[in-house]
């Protein structure tokens, strides 16, 4: 249940920034027929940011299903997996680690 009200607690807490400086949001979740599932999708006139939460300090290969979005005719921008990490860093060459603690 802790993994569950970790995601919970992320996605309300991005939710409440964006209302907090007036700007409007579309979010999704993905999941398709394989049961590849990424927990958070921002999707704007820039492209799609995947976002993976994870309640762990280092995840491993959390960023595995971003590849699924190659498939939507969207740009698909840098992804971020909110995690327990103490600080912003690059998890590989796409995706970024970054604390709870910045959202």
């Given amino acids: 249940m802790a993994g569950s009200f970790f995601e919970t607690f992320a996605i309300s807490e991005i939710i409440k920034s964006y209302y907090n400086v007036g700007k409007d949001l579309n979010l999704y979740y993905y999941r398709d ?8 999708l921002i999707v704007n006139a820039e492209g799609i940011y995947p ?9 491993n290969d959390a960023d595995k299903n971003f590849r699924v979005l190659s498939k939507f005719d969207l740009p698909q921008k840098p992804g971020i997996i909110i995690c327990m990490a103490d ?13 709870i603690s910045l959202i």
């Fill in 33 to 40: 027929i394989d049961k590849k599932e990424i927990d958070l």
């Fill in 51 to 59: 976002i993976e939460i994870k309640k762990a300090k280092n995840p």
């Fill in 87 to 99: 600080e912003l860093m690059p998890y590989n060459r796409d995706t970024w680690l970054c604390p």
